[in-house]
């Protein structure tokens, strides 16, 4: 069988994922996909699931679809509506040489789903770009397994093969301290800042937090966290007492890497700071932890410190700022340096040995 493979590039738009609507009955299948992945929650299934099943998912989805509420779009899901937004602004930018799929590693699009569409169109080469800038175990890693699991096909029942044909795969290495994504975010925060009534006086920086254990075993996130803040304070020109880093978002008993950004907001007044501007790197499009968590929790914690909610800010996520859409273009760009350009060409799956007699009549 013979049929010719699609020139263009796929560009596979990796995210972690959202539920399809603000409910408890869509956050259960979720929150179960979602908290039974190993990399996010390493604990061995036999002590974890009981707890899971029998204790968060008869309690959770009721608390979280009542803040995903609070947030929800008419456009649905903001981290789908900005992620969509992202996959068109870049396909316009990377024009026809390319095909840019959006894929969430839970719920709906899926990475399979957006995998077996590039392989429905022909396409046998794809660029994986993490929307997570920073590389964890919980998050990357977590987005690296579905890719290369729906890739390859999951194994079967007994005796069953994986997919016959496996696509040519190239990941963007994580961008924490690339100068684009600096300058895309610099560029946010000066535009945030441009749009305030009043200057803020100071600047909270914070990402989303992991277990200290992932740290200790191996985990590069707090790291490529600093480095990226660190990076951003420069290209800001902020002096050292202008800023502070935080880790948001702790779950479970464990100690979580810290300072923990409830904490700081808390904090703020007690410090002289009447009007912060709360900012998170680490997300490239808004979503629960960004609108909710830091945009009405953090609000209440400044609030819960003395502080004037009426001067608590939150900047936007990169979303589809423009300055975001072209780093993003570059690095696939980047990533699929020598693909473009290849003519098409017929691929024979079933390719017959050749007969004696056309052996005998090549040259040579």
């Keep these: 069988m013979t049929h010719t493979e699609n020139p263009r590039i796929g560009v596979l738009m990796a995210q972690l994922g959202t539920p399809d609507a603000p409910t408890a009955d869509a956050l259960r299948p979720y929150l179960r996909q979602f908290l039974s992945d190993r990399r996010v929650i390493d604990y061995a299934p036999l002590i974890w ?6 204790i968060i998912l008869r309690t959770r989805p009721r608390r979280s679809a009542r803040l995903y509420g609070r947030i ?13 937004l992202q996959v068109e602004g870049l396909q316009n930018l990377l024009g026809g040489d390319y095909r840019v799929m959006l894929g969430m590693r839970y719920g709906q699009p899926s990475i399979p789903d957006a995998l077996r569409q590039l392989e429905a169109e022909g396409i046998t080469r794809i660029v994986v770009l993490s929307m997570f800038p920073q590389y964890s175990s919980t998050t990357t890693a977590a987005l690296y397994d579905a890719v290369f699991e729906a890739a390859s096909g999951r194994p079967g029942t007994r005796g069953a093969t994986r997919k016959r044909f496996v696509p ?7 961008y924490y301290d690339d100068p684009r994504y600096i300058d895309a975010l610099a560029a946010r925060l000066n535009d945030t800042i441009a749009s305030l009534d009043h200057a803020p006086d100071h600047i909270v920086v914070t990402f989303h937090g992991i277990p200290n254990r992932y740290v200790r075993t191996g985990d590069p996130y707090r790291a490529q966290c600093e ?3 660190d990076h951003l304070a420069a290209v800001m020109n902020w002096r050292a007492d202008q800023w502070t880093l935080s880790f948001q978002s702790q779950f479970g008993p464990e100690k979580w890497l810290e300072p923990y950004t409830e904490d700081v907001l808390k904090g703020l007044h007690t410090r002289g700071i009447e009007a912060p501007l709360v900012f998170s790197p680490g ?6 932890e960004t609108l909710d968590e830091l945009g009405n929790e953090g609000r209440e914690q400044f609030e819960d410190g003395g502080g004037h909610g009426d001067h608590y800010r939150l900047a936007a996520c990169l979303n589809d700022h423009p300055r975001w859409l ?8 980047e990533n699929a340096a020598g693909w473009i350009g290849r003519e098409s060409r017929p691929v024979n799956t079933l390719r017959a040995e050749p007969t004696i007699e056309a052996l005998a009549s090549q040259p040579g």
């Design 49 to 54: 699931q009981p707890i899971l099943r029998g």
């Design 283 to 288: 997300f490239t499009a808004d979503c629960l």
């Design 227 to 229: 480095a990226t803040a």
């Design 326 to 333: 072209a780093a993003m273009a570059d690095l696939v760009r």
């Design 72 to 84: 929800w779009l008419d456009q649905g899901s903001p981290l789908l509506h900005y992620s969509r």
């Design 168 to 174: 040519a795969l190239r990941f963007v290495p994580p």
